[in-house]
T-cell receptor
Framework: SQTIHQWPATLVQPVGSPLSLECTVEGTSNPNLYWYRQAAGRGLQLLFYSVGIGQISSEVPQNLSASRPQDRQFILSSKKLLLSDSGFYLC?????????????????FGQGTRLTVV | AQTVTQSQPEMSVQEAETVTLSCTYDTSENNYYLFWYKQPPSRQMILVIRQEAYKQQNATENRFSVNFQKAAKSFSLKISDSQLGDTAMYFCAFMKHGVGAGNMLTFGGGTRLMVKP
């Protein structure tokens, strides 16, 4: 079965410090990978997605970047954190869709990282 | 671009009763998926139910069922026999269908459901 690991679970960082959140997926190959952010009391916003090694698409211009050094590894980074970067970050994966609806698809989420920038 | 709207920020229901959460969406796509995700206090996102747009039959999963109205772009979630463990944030989400679509989810703002004993 497939599993997704995300760490750390909680992080408190000072403004201006760097950030590295890591996500790994087991039990599948060539997944699509995603980073979402959830601000307090609000819905999820897609930050980055990747359809392959080294392929990163950004949905929202911001202080963050993402990398995919290996097929099942997805990293969210920042060189200098801002107060507005605080939030709950979720990594997710999904199988790539086929040409028909016969191919089941849905997104599976990690347990999230609560980031507080102080 | 797609948008998903959940017009009920908070709802409450008595244990064992039925509650319906609303969701509307806007898209120009004809083929897509719709989902309801549950986020309990642990913050883990859990898939509750999914619906393929080409299916006219409404999806059901045990106590959870949807009312999918494609023409009206409405996708409501009905929870029957509510249980205390159903207390959570519920998110409606949209995903385009197609090879190369990327499988990105567009989420609504969420509905906080409280089940009261």
């Amino acid at each position: 079965s497939q599993t997704i690991h995300q760490w750390p679970a909680t992080l408190v960082q000072p403004v201006g410090s760097p950030l590295s959140l890591e996500c790994t997926v087991e039990g599948t190959s060539n997944p699509n990978l995603y980073w979402y952010r959830q601000a307090a009391g609000r819905g999820l916003q897609l930050l980055f997605y990747s359809v392959g090694i080294g392929q990163i698409s950004s949905e929202v211009p911001q202080n963050l970047s993402a990398s995919r050094p290996q097929d099942r590894q997805f990293i969210l980074s920042s060189k200098k954190l801002l107060l507005s970067d605080s939030g709950f970050y979720l990594c997710a994966w999904a199988n790539r869709q086929g040409a028909t609806f016969l191919f089941r698809t849905e997104a599976f989420f990690g347990q999230g990282t609560r980031l507080t920038v102080v | 671009a797609q948008t998903v709207t959940q017009s009920q920020p908070e709802m409450s229901v008595q244990e064992a009763e039925t509650v319906t959460l609303s969701c509307t969406y806007d898209t120009s796509e004809n083929n897509y998926y719709l989902f309801w995700y549950k986020q309990p206090p642990s913050r883990q996102m859990i898939l509750v139910i999914r619906q393929e747009a080409y299916k006219q039959q409404n999806a059901t999963e045990n106590r959870f069922s949807v009312n999918f109205q494609k023409a009206a772009k409405s996708f409501s979630l009905k929870i029957s026999d509510s249980q205390l463990g159903d207390t959570a944030m519920y998110f409606c989400a949209f995903m385009k269908h197609g090879v190369g679509a990327g499988n990105m989810l567009t989420f609504g703002g969420g509905t906080r459901l409280m089940v009261k004993p």
